[in-house]
């Protein structure tokens, strides 16, 4: 793991304490009832009541891990494909929110190979651990906004979905390596998406555990 993300996930760790424990001294404070001795009247000097204090710690610490975690960078013009896809993976039960914040970019580029010889349209980017960092996307894909989508979903998939490896080389399918149309899927979409998160390992892997809970529970 870098220097940089472990630092990260240190000052996670500490503000996760921290909520923890202002947590549990506003709940003390609420809960724990006076005794009688301490019914009788007292003139004290007006101070902040402790109740109060602590829910202002507990909304500050809540508020800077919210900026601590929503630190993807996602390009405006892929959002629209991310949030489609980020739709079917609450329909098929499939958590993204882990994944989605230890990314630092989900972009469009001008970096990547494009000539005669051979050209790459999108891949995951991994730091010197092996740990994906960026989603990134060919700037030609802009040319057309059905290639777009599709090779959006394509590396969201290997990514969110846990697609390893291409399902085929040029198959007429989302995950193949090679699509000789990209209009043949789009004019399918549906049912290419239907299948692209049915296969997928993420959500085979959730089928099996759910029929292993089942099984379990009626033991």
Wanted: aromatic content about 12%; some cysteine; overall charge neutral.
């Amino acid at each position: 793991m870098s220097l940089k993300k472990s630092l990260s996930y240190c000052i996670l760790t500490f503000y996760t304490a921290i909520f923890v424990l202002s947590f549990c001294l506003f709940i003390r404070e609420v809960m724990v009832m006076p005794d009688a001795s301490s019914l009788r009247p007292k003139i004290i000097k007006p101070k902040t009541p402790p109740v109060k204090k602590n829910l202002f710690l507990l909304c500050f610490l809540v508020a800077c891990f919210a900026v601590n975690a929503q630190s993807v960078n996602i390009d405006g013009r892929l959002k629209p494909h991310l949030d489609a896809f980020f739709d079917e993976c609450k329909k098929y039960g499939i958590d993204y929110h882990e994944k989605l914040f230890k990314l630092k970019n989900i972009t469009i580029v001008d970096t990547l190979p494009l000539s005669e010889d051979g050209y790459t349209l999108g891949m995951l980017q991994r730091d010197a651990d092996g740990n994906v960092e960026n989603i990134i996307i060919n700037w030609v894909t802009l040319l057309d906004p059905e290639i777009l989508k599709v090779v959006a979903f394509h590396e969201f998939a290997h990514y969110f979905l846990d697609y390893k490896k291409h399902v085929c080389s040029d198959c007429g399918i989302i995950m193949a390596k090679v699509n000789t149309s990209y209009f043949d899927i789009v004019r399918e979409w549906e049912q290419q998406v239907k299948n692209l998160f049915e296969e997928s390992p993420a959500y085979q892997r959730k089928k099996k555990l759910s029929v292993l809970t089942m099984s379990m529970s009626d033991q």
